[in-house]
């Protein structure tokens, strides 16, 4: 079975860096934190593209969250997306990662060490093309 090599991830990576600009955290739900008026913003990301086409940031990115005020209701923040904008644009999408609440003001950060992009290889179905 042929398989795209590493040279065209690499190309991949290296393309995706000028679209894949701002990084977004979201709730359970896959939805974006609210970013009008509270102190949470999508972070700007500049990437490093390694030879496997493999993406990663080429620093932490820290997100300022805000606290719901509401042991009972905590804002959530349970992942990230990838995003074409500063705000609205496209969700090219992400990774859900473990809930954090937050019912007072907090940090969310992302390593720039354990996040990362990798395009994986595409092909046909299993049966024979004719």
Known sequence: MSKFNDVYFKFLGEQSKSVLKYVGIVDENGNELDYTNTIYERQSVEWKVAKDGTMTPTKALVFDIPGSGNEKKPIIAAGW??????????????????????????????????????????????????
């Open 81 to 130: 997306r990838l995003y074409d904008k500063k705000t609205g644009g496209t969700d090219f999408g992400g990774k859900d990662m473990h809930p954090k609440k937050y019912v007072t003001n907090g940090q969310y950060i992302l390593p720039h060490d354990k996040m990362f992009v990798h395009f994986t290889n595409v092909g046909v179905s299993e049966e024979e093309i004719e």
